[in-house]
């Protein structure tokens, strides 16, 4: 058995919802991918003024939702990942898969089902202390990814892995 495994996801607002514009997970081995995601066309509201959405950019850096879609399923199928809790990513990836056509292959919980014994409130703190000792930027989601496996490790649920080794 590995590791376990994290996912975060940055997302924008528009006048509809949210959209996901990047995400990252680990691994079973610890490794971390992360990807922008590029919107399909009928995710966005006619109105462009209607979201925050850096286009070009998303155009430009992204890969097809379709292809994030697949990877992650061939990367994450059939086991627990685990999320902050702090936004709300669990939704935004129903309805990523959704709306593709494809069953979310993963069951995804909050990380204070993983880490027993600290309510979620400390969490939350531990996790934005070890994101400031570690010189983490809030907004990307493989530093989110990278604050929940320093998480686990401190935890004790990651054996035999030194700080310099995550």
Known sequence: MGLPQFLDIEFAATATGYLPTAMAWSLA???????VVTPEDDWLPDDPDD?????TYLQEQGAP?????QEMSEDLGDTTVFVDGLD??????EWLFESLGR???????TVDRLIHGVDSGELEDWRRE?????????QLPESGVYA????????????????GEL
Do not use: C, N, W, Y
């Not at 979201?51 to 286009?55: A, K, M, N, P, T």
């Not at 939702?65 to 879609?69: E, F, I, M, P, R």
């Not at 069953?103 to 919980?109: A, D």
């Open 29 to 35: 081995d610890g490794r971390m991918k992360t990807v």
């Open 51 to 55: 979201h925050e959405l850096d286009l």
């Open 65 to 69: 939702a379709l292809d994030v879609v």
């Open 88 to 93: 709300p990513d669990e939704s935004l990836l």
């Open 103 to 109: 069953p979310l292959p993963f069951e995804v919980t």
């Open 130 to 138: 070890l994101m400031v000792t570690h010189g983490l930027e809030p």
């Open 148 to 163: 929940l496996l320093l998480l686990a490790r401190d935890a004790g649920l990651i054996q035999g892995m030194e700080a």
